[in-house]
C-alpha cells in the first residue's frame, strides 16, 4: 500500500504521522493526547515547561521521564512551583528521573512565579493562550509531510514568544512554542490522511475556550 509521504501505517491499520511510527508510548501520545485541546492551566503550564526541556533532546526522552518530572515538580501546580527555592534546584539536580539541566530547572521555577503574574493579570493561563490561535490565512494550504517539515516556527509562535520573553518567561523562543501549540492543540498538526486528523478538528471546534 504506497501512502502518502509522511504517513506510516501501523500495526492495527491506522495512518499515523511519520514522526510517531515504530513505538508504543509515541504512537499512544500521538493518537491520544498530541495535538488535542487543552483548556486547564496546569496541563498548559506542565506542557510549555516540557517542552522547554526537551529543547535539544527528543521528545520520546521527555515523555519517557513525564512522570517523573510531575513527581519532581509538584505536579506542575505553578503555585507550588513557584514556591521552590535552592533546597529544591539543589534536589532537582540530584534527581536522576529527570533532565539535570540548571538552566531549565531554574527557568521552570521563574516560569511557574512569571504564570502566577499572567494568571493574576489575564484571568488564566488558558485565556491568554488561546488568545493565540492563528488565523487560516497563516496555516498551510495542505497538511502534509513537505508543509511541516518547513514549519519549525510560525508567525504566530514568534509572537507568543516575543510576548512571554516580554513578561519574563525563559526558555520559550518560537521553536519551542510552535511544538507547544502543536501539542496542546491550539494548531491541529496531524497530517492529511492521519486518522486523528478529523477528530482534532471537531475537538477543537467543540472546545470551550476561557475568555
Known sequence: MDLPSGLKLGSDGKCRCWWSHGDAEYEAYHDREWGRPVVEDRRLF??????????????????????????AFAAFDPAAVAAFDERDVERLLADAGIVRHRGKIVSTINNARRALDLIASEGSLAAY??????PASERPQVFDHASLVAMP???TSVRLSKDLKKRGWSFVGPTTVYAFMQAMGLVNDHLEGCHCRAEI????????IPR
Open 46 to 71: 506542565e506542557k510549555l515547561c516540557l517542552e522547554g526541556f526537551q529543547s535539544g533532546l527528543s521528545w520520546l526522552t521527555i515523555l519517557r521521564k513525564r512522570e517523573n518530572f510531575r513527581r
Open 129 to 134: 493562550i488561546w488568545r493565540f490561535e492563528p
Open 153 to 155: 516556527t510560525s508567525p
Open 201 to 208: 478538528e471537531a475537538l477543537r471546534a467543540a472546545a470551550v
